[in-house]
């Protein structure tokens, strides 16, 4: 059974950085492609950046896009998040997601019906 926890939300004022964490149990974590997708209060999920198994891949959204990084440590059974320049709309619970399918080594899933494990979300508050 693989579990996600998901650590370092918090609150940073416009311009700011966070850098999110998911920590993930399982052995064959390294062949998961991981996601990583927020919700905003009234708002339905929405995808934010995906990474390949490989690490090679990546896919972001377009309003993150030059100011969100995703990453990930196989050794370390670990996916980040780097957010900078952060703005008020990107205040949001930000969840960590896994898929257990096997893909190739370069595809980067992007929907949440491709994802089967979810970590139970880390809060991010933007304030101006």
């Known amino acids: 059974q693989v579990q996600l926890v998901e650590s370092g939300g918090g609150l940073v004022q416009v311009g700011g950085s966070l850098r999110l964490s998911c920590a993930a149990s399982g052995r064959t974590f390294s062949s998961y492609a991981m996601g990583w997708f927020r919700q905003a209060p009234g708002k339905e999920r929405e995808f934010v950046a995906g990474i390949s198994w490989s690490g090679g891949s990546t896919s972001y959204a377009d309003s993150v896009k030059g100011r969100f990084t995703i990453s990930r440590d196989n050794a370390k059974n670990t996916v980040l998040l780097q957010m900078n320049s952060l703005k008020p709309e990107d205040t949001a619970l930000y969840y960590c997601?896994?898929?257990?399918?096997?893909?190739?080594?370069?595809?980067?899933?992007?929907?949440?019906?491709?994802?089967?494990?979810w970590g139970q979300g880390t809060q991010v508050t933007v304030s101006s």
């Open positions: 997601a896994a898929s257990k399918r096997l893909y190739g080594l370069a595809t980067v899933l992007d929907r949440e019906r491709e994802y089967d494990t």
